[in-house]
């Protein structure tokens, strides 16, 4: 009696344990794919990421909740101008893979950066690889 009642008890446990997570762990299904060469989608007028842009207010994407569930892995090159003042304009996924999975959640978030007003004058064709990887999103290099 005294075993099966431990046994009730750490049953009880667990299931309250697994009950209390919101949110199971990701568990990724699908390979990351190869980074892309950034460098080769633009021309040497073209502002690439880190090179002129100074971030002043930047929150990443949150990882959508479809890809997370199902394991999905990929990343997104975001295009967009900076103005003079620092505000992000025209901004569009350039390329994604998988093909449209991240590319809603990396607008949303591009969209509402703001940078330090550039020093040279509004820049245009800036682009960012954005890694959604393991559950979370990263900048790529």
């Not at 009880?12 to 794919?33: D, E, I, M, R, W």
């Not at 690439?48 to 842009?53: I, N, P, S, T, W």
Request: net charge neutral; charged share 20%.
């Amino acid at each position: 009696m005294r075993f099966s009642g431990l046994i009730s008890g750490s049953f009880a446990a667990a299931v309250l344990v697994s009950c209390g997570s919101t949110s199971k762990p990701f568990n990724p299904t699908s390979q990351y794919p190869p980074d892309p060469w950034v460098k080769g989608y633009s021309t040497a007028d073209d502002c690439l990421g880190g090179e002129k842009l100074a971030a002043r207010d930047f929150t990443m994407p949150q990882y959508p909740s479809r890809p997370y569930r199902t394991g999905r892995q990929g990343w997104t090159i975001m295009r967009l101008d900076v103005d003079a003042s620092g505000q992000t304009r025209n901004v569009e996924v350039e390329r994604s893979v998988p093909d449209g999975m991240f590319d809603k959640a990396s607008e949303e978030a591009v969209e509402n950066w703001t940078f330090e007003p550039p020093t040279s004058g509004a820049l245009e064709n800036c682009r960012v690889l954005l890694r959604y990887r393991a559950g979370s999103v990263t900048l790529g290099g």
